[in-house]
């Protein structure tokens, strides 16, 4: 562990009248607790994606469909200029 990190870690501990392990202890809870609410809400995020591009597929189709084709090659010509993919 770097020094400066270590230095950190004890400081907090003696602020808090406890001892190096159970910083750690309580950072490692504290980042595993994020992550899976984090994990939770990206799982989230994709499902609305999904479900608005389901509905936009299904709007265009039904109302647009002859701009279907044209979309499709612009997303996809953004998605290489701005995701390299």
């Known amino acids: 562990m770097p020094l400066d ?3 950190r870690i004890d400081a ?3 602020a ?3 001892t190096p392990s159970d910083i750690i202890r309580s950072a ?8 899976a609410l ?6 989230r995020q994709l499902r609305v994606t999904e ?3 389901v509905a936009i597929d299904a709007i265009i189709r ?5 701009l279907r084709e044209t979309l499709v090659l612009e997303a996809d010509r953004r998605m290489k200029l ?3 993919a």
Do not use: K
């Open 12 to 14: 907090q501990a003696e």
């Open 16 to 18: 808090e009248s406890c």
């Open 82 to 84: 701005h995701h390299g």
């Open 28 to 35: 490692i809870e504290q980042h595993l607790g994020r992550s």
């Open 5 to 7: 990190l270590y230095t």
């Open 38 to 43: 984090m994990s939770q809400s990206h799982r």
């Open 62 to 66: 039904e109302n647009h469909p002859e």
């Open 51 to 53: 479900y608005m591009q």
